[in-house]
């Protein structure tokens, strides 16, 4: 028996031609898809360009699967902008911030405008080569698979070829939908940032009052001054003659206080001015332009090194005609003999009354080093030190040590030894701009010696309230009126 054939010659004709189209379109189709991926991937083998983008040290620049950009800032987290469409984005993280950088920008007339336009100069260049050495990736990656594919030139040229064509397309795609004039106005944060807009908010809340609240300061404490003095509000220090000496501590890069200081200065014809140190925040050079004001003041301006102060801003309030920095040698100074020594610590980023063990021990053994010259030296009428644990080796040896430290005015006698320990004159500085709590109060005394005796014979404790509040006390107490 015969079998009829079982296909006939037309359909023996459309599926050699559907094989054909197979064979020509749908396989190089397939591999060029395959090229495509295989070049995108190539282009997340690559390494990040590494490039300084104003203070910040090799900042990385990689492509990322998704549309837009994003910045890291870890352990922040991360701000994202939608600056584009299309499979590719950027992103940029920020690593190493160099304090030198921040300093040397810092130290420009226009700061702000330097660092934006470096920074962005730096962005470009760094995103420039980053698309190169992704090109360069993108096509070994699409060559080396069309290569391994099809061995054949013409065909791994033709499929190299479809393979940039979609790269590039993705590229030019991104390009074209770029709108940065709307783009960074839509961030998006995550992490600790998502707190950053409600921060800004604060800071540029806390600004204005800030602004305000040095407007009505000199008001106030000269206002007040003049009435105490005008009413004799005050009891009598003494029917002879007096030396008066201002005690300020704790400022913290509180510029505004220098005006304050002056207007006592006038106020109450102060002599010189004893600073016990933390004139800044951070230690950076910047801080400097916060205590410009001292070499107005028109008297000597008696200063210790705080462990928020560093060798470079020792060197700058040094080099202040009018300045006096005590580093462990007596001085004799309007009829006293001062001795004063540097806190041996540098620790900015140090919280209240957490210093480790060996900490004090170290501001222990400095104190101690001072009272023994103190000892030797056998005339010294006060000393300074920061912190009040460096006081308490004096115990004995001096009549009076003045401190500062931490923020809260405190007065102690140790074997006849006054520990006169200051509050925060900057009223905590820039603490009280950035964290939710209460203003703290600005302090600071005036103490009266008489010029015979070279002994305290009283003092006026000088408050005057923190940001957003108006008022202002003077407190007199004579040494030994209750006896």
Same mark, same amino acid.
């Given at each position: 028996?015969?079998?009829?054939?079982t296909t006939?010659r037309?359909?023996?004709?459309a599926l050699?031609?559907? $094989?054909?189209?197979?064979?020509?379109w749908a396989v190089?189709?397939?591999?060029?898809?395959l090229?495509?991926?295989?070049?995108?991937?190539?282009l997340?083998?690559?390494?990040?360009?590494r490039?300084?983008v104003?203070p910040?040290?090799?900042?990385?620049?990689s492509?990322?699967?998704?549309?837009?950009?994003? /910045?890291? #800032?870890?352990?922040?987290?991360?701000?994202?902008f939608?600056?584009h469409?299309?499979?590719?984005?950027i992103?940029?993280?920020?690593?190493?911030? $160099?304090l030198?950088g921040?300093?040397?920008?810092?130290?420009?007339?226009?700061?702000l405008?330097? /660092?934006?336009?470096?920074?962005?100069e730096?962005?470009e260049?760094?995103?420039?080569?980053l698309?190169?050495?992704?090109?360069?990736?993108?096509f070994a990656?699409?060559?080396? #698979?069309?290569?391994i594919?099809w061995r054949?030139?013409?065909k791994?040229?033709?499929?190299t070829? !479809?393979?940039?064509?979609?790269?590039?397309?993705?590229?030019?795609?991104?390009?074209?939908?770029?709108?940065?004039?709307?783009?960074?106005?839509?961030?998006?944060?995550?992490g600790?940032l998502t707190?950053?807009?409600?921060?800004v908010?604060?800071l540029? !809340?806390r600004?204005? $009052?800030?602004?305000h609240?040095?407007?009505?300061?000199?008001?106030?404490?000269?206002g007040g001054?003049s009435?105490?003095l005008a009413?004799g509000?005050?009891?009598?220090?003494?029917?002879?003659?007096?030396? *008066?000496?201002?005690?300020?501590s704790?400022?913290?890069?509180?510029?505004?206080?220098y005006?304050?200081?002056? *207007?006592?200065?006038?106020?109450?014809?102060?002599?010189?001015?004893?600073d016990a140190?933390? !004139?800044?925040?951070?230690?950076l050079? #910047?801080?400097?332009r916060?205590?410009?004001?001292?070499g107005?003041?028109?008297?000597?301006?008696?200063?210790?090194?705080?462990?928020?102060?560093?060798?470079t801003?020792?060197?700058?309030v040094?080099s202040?005609?009018n300045?006096?920095v005590l580093?462990k040698r007596?001085?004799?100074i309007v009829?006293?003999?001062?001795?004063g020594?540097?806190?041996?610590?540098?620790?900015?980023d140090?919280?209240?009354?957490?210093?480790p063990?060996a900490e004090?021990a170290?501001?222990?053994?400095?104190?101690?080093?001072?009272?023994?010259?103190?000892?030797?030296?056998?005339?010294?009428?006060l000393?300074v030190?920061?912190n009040p644990i460096?006081?308490?080796? #004096?115990?004995?040896?001096v009549?009076l040590? /003045?401190a500062?430290?931490?923020?809260?005015?405190?007065?102690s006698?140790?074997?006849?030894?006054?520990?006169?320990?200051?509050?925060?004159?900057?009223?905590?500085g820039?603490y009280s701009l *950035?964290?939710?709590a209460?203003?703290?109060?600005?302090?600071?005394?005036?103490?009266?010696?008489?010029?015979i005796?070279h002994?305290?014979?009283?003092?006026?404790?000088?408050d005057i309230?923190g940001l957003?509040?108006?008022?202002?006390t003077?407190t007199?107490?004579v040494v030994?009126?209750?006896?």
């Amino acid at each position: 028996m015969r079998l009829e054939p079982t296909t006939t010659r037309e359909e023996v004709i459309a599926l050699n031609k559907a $094989r054909a189209l197979v064979r020509n379109w749908a396989v190089p189709a397939i591999v060029a898809l395959l090229g495509v991926i295989c070049a995108v991937g190539f282009l997340h083998l690559v390494k990040p360009v590494r490039q300084d983008v104003g203070p910040y040290q090799a900042v990385k620049f990689s492509l990322r699967f998704g549309e837009g950009t994003i /910045l890291g #800032f870890p352990p922040a987290g991360t701000i994202e902008f939608p600056t584009h469409t299309g499979p590719i984005g950027i992103k940029v993280q920020y690593d190493q911030l $160099r304090l030198e950088g921040i300093e040397r920008f810092a130290g420009l007339p226009n700061p702000l405008v330097a /660092l934006t336009t470096q920074a962005a100069e730096e962005t470009e260049e760094g995103v420039y080569k980053l698309l190169v050495q992704s090109a360069v990736a993108g096509f070994a990656g699409a060559f080396i #698979f069309s290569l391994i594919a099809w061995r054949n030139w013409k065909k791994v040229l033709a499929g190299t070829s !479809l393979a940039v064509v979609a790269v590039a397309g993705a590229t030019i795609v991104g390009w074209a939908t770029y709108h940065p004039e709307t783009a960074f106005n839509e961030p998006r944060y995550t992490g600790m940032l998502t707190a950053a807009p409600r921060l800004v908010g604060k800071l540029e !809340l806390r600004q204005n $009052r800030l602004k305000h609240y040095q407007k009505q300061l000199q008001q106030i404490v000269a206002g007040g001054a003049s009435l105490y003095l005008a009413t004799g509000g005050l009891p009598e220090v003494t029917d002879g003659e007096i030396t *008066t000496i201002l005690l300020v501590s704790d400022i913290h890069s509180q510029y505004s206080v220098y005006e304050t200081v002056e *207007t006592l200065i006038d106020q109450f014809q102060v002599d010189a001015v004893i600073d016990a140190g933390d !004139l800044t925040q951070w230690g950076l050079s #910047f801080e400097s332009r916060a205590f410009a004001g001292i070499g107005s003041l028109g008297v000597p301006y008696l200063f210790v090194k705080g462990n928020h102060d560093s060798e470079t801003i020792l060197d700058q309030v040094a080099s202040i005609p009018n300045v006096v920095v005590l580093d462990k040698r007596p001085v004799d100074i309007v009829g006293l003999r001062i001795l004063g020594g540097p806190d041996p610590l540098f620790t900015p980023d140090a919280q209240k009354r957490d210093e480790p063990e060996a900490e004090k021990a170290a501001v222990a053994a400095a104190g101690k080093e001072l009272a023994d010259i103190a000892r030797a030296d056998g005339r010294i009428d006060l000393a300074v030190v920061h912190n009040p644990i460096a006081a308490q080796p #004096f115990a004995g040896i001096v009549p009076l040590v /003045l401190a500062g430290h931490w923020h809260e005015r405190e007065l102690s006698t140790v074997d006849g030894t006054l520990i006169y320990d200051e509050g925060s004159s900057g009223g905590s500085g820039l603490y009280s701009l *950035t964290n939710g709590a209460k203003p703290e109060p600005l302090q600071m005394s005036m103490l009266h010696f008489d010029t015979i005796t070279h002994r305290l014979v009283a003092y006026d404790q000088v408050d005057i309230t923190g940001l957003g509040q108006t008022g202002m006390t003077i407190t007199r107490e004579v040494v030994g009126s209750s006896e």
